[in-house]
């Protein structure tokens, strides 16, 4: 059973540029969460999306935008890329709308962005 | 003021001692407590949760909740090389956004 999975592992991108980041959720979930983990701190939380929706949103700037597709796959979208934007960003899959542990919130391994 | 405060360590004890990992939160509002673990160059994975106040034990590992003063703890006993690891604090209400702290970084010496 596959759990989460991210693509690409890394990536490298100049300052200005837009970047794509992708996420497929665990088999049977169908909500899908982002997080940005700077290093040395905690991950935060960027936006949650179930059925095709951004339902929840946390302290971000419009630059970061995502998209759900019918097969509950997700992209994360982030133009005019800021050097404060490297970090390891987190995708985390669950069930029915909820960002909660009972509801089986599990983590990919992330992208690593190095903005340049 | 952050939601979520961890005491940053890192930590380092030796194979066999019993660990302590400490947060402390402001939002009473919160109803979930969970601790990750992170191993280098890895996603967070649930090592387990608390909904409301008490204690929860599985295994070597222990949480607790005291709601009261706002302060949640992970123990581990009988620590192992194995368990070296960012170690990390999160809470959530009922609406499910969750909120982490910065991790203690955690070395078991053998």
């Known amino acids: 059973d596959a759990g989460v999975t991210q693509s690409p592992t890394h990536l490298i991108k100049t300052r200005g540029q837009q970047v794509t980041l992708r996420c497929s959720p665990k088999s049977g979930h169908d909500t899908v969460s982002w997080y940005q983990q700077a290093l040395g701190q905690g991950p935060q939380f960027i936006f949650q999306?179930?059925?095709?929706?951004?339902?929840q949103r946390g302290n971000f700037p419009d630059r970061f935008s995502g998209h759900q597709f019918p097969n509950y796959s997700s992209e994360l979208n982030v133009n005019a890329l800021l050097l404060g934007d490297s970090a390891l960003y987190l995708c985390a899959s669950s069930s029915g709308d909820s960002g909660l542990p009972n509801y089986g919130y599990t983590f990919g391994s992330g992208t690593r962005l190095t903005v340049v | 003021q952050k939601e979520v405060e961890q005491d940053p360590g890192p930590l380092s004890v030796p194979e066999g001692a019993i660990v302590s990992l400490n947060c402390t939160y402001s939002n009473s509002a919160f109803q979930y407590f969970m601790w990750y673990r992170q191993y280098s160059r890895k996603g967070p994975e649930l090592l387990m949760y608390?909904?409301?106040?008490g204690n929860k034990e599985d295994g070597r590992f222990t949480a607790q909740v005291d709601k009261s003063s706002k302060y949640i703890s992970l123990f581990i006993r009988d620590s192992q090389p194995s368990d070296s690891a960012t170690y990390l604090c999160a809470i959530a209400t009922n609406a499910g956004k969750s909120t982490f702290g910065d991790g203690t970084t955690l070395t078991v010496k053998p």
């Open positions: 999306y179930y059925e095709e929706e951004e339902r």
């Open positions: 608390t909904y409301s106040s």
